[in-house]
């Protein structure tokens, strides 16, 4: 797993946040937040077909591709849908804390 293409986006980001003189409207920050998440969705959906697609070249006999390969991309796949499922688990929590404080 390459960690050094995540490192640079998650580095640009930090310094997009911090030099940030322009400050978000809340249509802003609601819509960038929304990117955020459909990336995220689109990019576990694309580890989950690409781990999908492997095991089934692995099946059919595909001499290109090895066991550990597989193996490799479903746990790849896995890590990302129980991330995917914790963020949404926080923010079914953040939602309901929202929903029940006094006005």
Do not use: H, W
Not at 13 to 36: D, I
């Amino acid at each position: 797993m390459k960690i050094d293409p995540m490192m640079t986006e998650m580095q640009a980001m930090k310094m997009e946040a911090t030099n940030s003189n322009v400050p978000a409207t809340g249509a802003q920050v609601g819509s960038e937040f929304g990117e955020l998440l459909n990336n995220a969705m689109n990019n576990v959906n694309q580890l989950q077909k690409s781990s999908s697609d492997l095991q089934t070249r692995f099946d059919l006999g595909d001499p290109n591709v090895s066991l550990s390969d597989v193996m490799i991309a479903r746990n790849k796949s896995s890590v990302a849908f129980e991330a995917t499922v914790q963020v949404r688990n926080k923010l079914v929590d953040a939602y309901k804390e929202l929903m029940n404080m006094p006005v």
